[in-house]
Antibody, heavy 113, light 107 residues
Framework: EVQLVESGGGLVQPGGSLRLSCAASGFIFSRNWMDWVRQAPGKGLEWVAN????????YYVDSVKGRFTISRDNAKNSVYLEMNNLRAEDTAIYYC??????WGQGTLVTVSS | DVQMTQSPSSLPASVGDRVTITCRAS??????LGWCRQKPGKAPERLIYGASILLSGVPSRFSGSGSGTEFTLTISSLQPEDFATYYC?????????FGQGTKVEIK
C-alpha cells in the first residue's frame, strides 16, 4: 500500500522559511516522479512543483520560482520542499503526491505575523 | 499556461442520479487529462488518468472521455460517498494545472 506522510508545516512569519518533508513507502520511490500540490483555505488545488526520479529535472509554478526548491533523497525515500521568503498567499495545505496518483494527507503552512 | 475550465461549478444531485462534469482546456492536451475527487476535509484521490483510464480500485460507475480540448467525467449512479468536489488536471505541459473544481452536492 502506498503511503505518503508529510511533515514540517507550521506557523511562520512573512519572509520566513520552512522545509517540508514527505516520507514515502509502499512503492519503488526511485522510479517515480514526485509532486507537491497546495490548497489554500477554501480554494482549489494548485500544482507547485515536481522532480524527476533521479532529481535531474525539476519544474515549478511561476509564483514560487526562485523561492521554493524541491529535492529528494532516494536513499531515504523522501522528497522535500524548501520554502523561503514566504508570503501570506503561500498559506495552504501542502500535499505530497506520487505522479498525482497517490496523495498524502497534507501539512498545513500558515504564513502570518 | 494551459487554462482548465470546468462546468458547472456546482451540481445539485440525488443518490442514483447520472451526473456529468465537463472540462475544457485552453489548448490541445491530447489525452493527458486526469480527474480527482476530494471529499470534505480529505486529501484528493485520483480517479482517472489518460482521460478515460480508471485507476485500480475505482468503481466502474465512473467513466471519462474526451481528447484534445474537451473532456467529461460521468458518474452513472451517484452514491453517498460521491458528494464531493471534483477536479480535472492536465499533465501535458508545465505548469500542471487544475480546473477550478465542481462541487457535487445534495439536492
Amino acid at each position: 500500500e502506498v503511503q505518503l506522510v508529510e511533515s514540517g508545516g507550521g506557523l511562520v512569519q512573512p519572509g520566513g522559511s520552512l522545509r517540508l518533508s514527505c516520507a514515502a513507502s509502499g512503492f519503488i520511490f526511485s522510479r517515480n516522479w514526485m509532486d507537491w500540490v497546495r490548497q489554500a483555505p477554501g480554494k482549489g488545488l494548485e500544482w507547485v512543483a515536481n522532480i524527476k526520479e533521479d532529481g535531474s529535472e525539476k519544474y515549478y509554478v511561476d509564483s514560487v520560482k526562485g523561492r521554493f526548491t524541491i529535492s529528494r533523497d532516494n536513499a531515504k525515500n523522501s522528497v522535500y520542499l524548501e520554502m523561503n521568503n514566504l508570503r501570506a498567499e503561500d498559506t495552504a495545505i501542502y500535499y505530497c503526491s506520487r505522479i498525482l496518483d497517490d496523495w498524502g494527507q497534507g501539512t498545513l503552512v500558515t504564513v502570518s505575523s | 499556461d494551459v487554462q482548465m475550465t470546468q462546468s458547472p461549478s456546482s451540481l445539485p444531485a440525488s443518490v442514483g442520479d447520472r451526473v456529468t462534469i465537463t472540462c475544457r482546456a485552453s489548448q490541445g492536451i491530447r489525452n493527458d487529462l486526469g480527474w480527482c475527487r476530494q471529499k470534505p476535509g480529505k486529501a484528493p484521490e485520483r480517479l482517472i488518468y489518460g482521460a478515460s483510464i480508471l485507476l485500480s480500485g475505482v468503481p466502474s460507475r465512473f467513466s471519462g472521455s474526451g481528447s484534445g480540448t474537451e473532456f467529461t467525467l460521468t458518474i452513472s449512479s451517484l452514491q453517498p460517498e460521491d458528494f464531493a468536489t471534483y477536479y480535472c488536471l492536465q499533465y501535458n505541459s508545465y505548469p500542471r494545472t487544475f480546473g477550478q473544481g465542481t462541487k457535487v452536492e445534495i439536492k
